[in-house]
């Protein structure tokens, strides 16, 4: 399966924790997106990348988030100490620029729980 | 504020009934439309899209939906649904490179 690949699967972690996660896209795309799901919710989106470079970062991103991709490859999201509302799913996409006519391809995503 | 709206968080229907799921996003100017659906244990997989042409677009495992620019509506129907069709659905809207999902619909089918 050459699809876009999450690790780990699921992270259960303490309040005040640091942790990261992994994406790997389809190898052929360049564009690659982070979102967040909560219970009830649709995916909310956190931040994109062309190739390495960081395009674009939602409010729901705070100083606590960093993004990273810098190979322009697999693309890494690091929560510095979490809290209880952080956990949620997180999903990684990607697809061909340009995104607009471009359907996102998802993961399996990371399920973060903060106990 | 711009946002895309599922009409119904959780429908239950049997076997052979027919579908619609309703969908309103508030965005103007040109949009890329979506539904993606999620089965259970499953990504989010792409049923279909509407991107220009065709008002009616066809999808997978006979799905289609039907955009109405006038009522910024792009609902999902499926003439005769079937127990593997239990899964949640997403509207969703690519906007400045980045999609705007609605919050879901879980579609339960009795056997």
């Known amino acids: 399966d050459t699809g876009v690949s999450q690790n780990p699967r699921h992270k259960i972690t303490k309040r005040g924790q640091n942790v990261t996660f992994r994406c790997d896209p389809i190898?052929?795309?360049?564009?690659l997106y982070w979102y967040r799901q909560t219970l009830g919710q649709g995916p909310e989106f956190l931040t994109y990348?062309?190739?390495?470079?960081?395009?674009?970062k939602s409010r729901l991103l705070s100083d606590r988030f960093s993004a990273e991709r810098p190979k322009g490859s697999f693309s890494t999201l690091e929560i510095q100490r979490t809290e209880q509302g952080d956990s949620a799913m997180y999903l990684c996409?990607?697809?061909?620029?340009?995104?607009?006519?471009?359907?996102?391809?998802f993961g399996d995503g990371t399920r973060l729980s903060i106990l | 504020a711009q946002s895309v709206s599922q009409h119904n968080h959780h429908v239950i229907l049997s076997e052979a009934a027919s579908l619609e799921l309703g969908c309103n996003y508030s965005?103007?100017?040109?949009?890329?439309l979506f539904w993606y659906v999620q089965y259970p244990g499953q990504h989010l997989q792409l049923l279909l899209k509407?991107?220009?042409?065709?008002?009616l677009v066809k999808g997978i495992k006979g799905f289609e939906a039907e955009f109405i620019k006038s009522k910024f509506s792009f609902n999902l129907r499926k003439p005769s649904v079937q127990w593997s069709d239990t899964a949640e659905y997403f509207c969703?809207?690519?906007?400045?490179?980045?999609?705007?999902f609605g919050k879901g619909t879980r579609l339960h089918i009795l056997p």
């Open positions: 969703a809207v690519n906007r400045d490179d980045k999609i705007i």
């Open positions: 509407y991107f220009s042409g065709d008002p």
């Open positions: 996409a990607s697809s061909l620029a340009p995104g607009r006519n471009q359907p996102q391809h």
């Open positions: 965005y103007g100017g040109t949009v890329n």
């Open positions: 990348f062309q190739n390495e470079a960081q395009l674009e």
């Open positions: 190898s052929e795309h360049n564009r």
